[in-house]
């Protein structure tokens, strides 16, 4: 089962979710200036028994919070579903909208923080309002499955989603952490603008973190 448009609500996804006060009114105030966005919290996307899921950040101004589909949009989504489909997780190269035909393959999109946060800075208490969310998510994850965390806040996110303590795992570009709940943790620098055009994330070092992980689920 592929998540595609808006799923309903569960306790793993609230379209009309206000938890976080300071969140829900700045997207009142964006969605005034462009009646167009979707401008709600953004819901996973991709397969429901995915053994790979990618945790983002939170969704960008004119990607996601536009379109409704993490990292479709904007210049991260470049990168990520450009890599995912050379390594066999998508079914194109290309995320255009919540409406295109893409489907990721054996793999699902969420966010540490479902809602555009100002400055695309969440607060700690905002991040941990929506850590239900992602923990439910990830329940469904099975044994001998991955999980990709794009920064340190997805990282530190996913560790307290699967009831682990973040400061007794160090985050660093490549690392691949064996997880005591039977999933292997992978972590990469955000594949954002600013990461890829300092270079402190190349297309390179992405690609082999994805490389990694095809092995690792391939493996017998």
């Known amino acids: 089962m592929q998540f595609h448009g808006v799923p309903p609500r569960s306790p793993m996804y609230d379209v009309d979710c206000r938890r976080c006060e300071r969140l829900a009114n700045f997207l009142d105030q964006v969605k005034q200036d462009n009646p167009e966005y979707f401008c709600r919290p953004v819901p996973p996307f991709g397969d429901a028994q995915a053994r790979l899921v990618i945790v983002g950040l939170a969704p960008g101004m004119h990607g996601a919070n536009r379109t409704g589909r993490p ?17 066999g997780f998508a079914s194109a190269p290309e995320s255009v909208s919540r409406d295109d035909p893409l489907q990721l393959i054996d793999c699902r999109i ?4 479902k809602c555009l946060p100002p400055q ?14 992602l923990r439910v998510d ?7 499955g991955a999980i990709l965390t794009l920064g340190r806040i997805g990282f530190d996110a996913t560790l307290i989603a699967l009831g682990l303590k973040p400061a007794a795992y160090k985050f660093a570009h ?34 082999a973190v994805l490389a990694d992980i095809r092995a690792f689920l391939d493996q017998p």
Do not use: W
């Open 71 to 87: 990292f479709t949009g904007d210049f991260a989504g470049i990168l990520l579903y450009r890599s995912l489909y050379e390594c």
């Open 110 to 113: 969420t966010n540490a923080v």
């Open 120 to 133: 695309n800075k969440p607060l700690p208490i905002e991040i941990r309002n929506c850590n239900d969310y």
């Open 138 to 144: 990830l329940a469904s994850l099975p044994e001998g």
């Open 174 to 207: 490549a690392a691949r952490i064996e997880l005591p709940t039977g999933h292997a943790l992978f972590a990469s620098y955000h594949c954002s603008r600013y990461n890829t055009q300092t270079n402190r994330l190349t297309e390179a070092m992405f690609k």
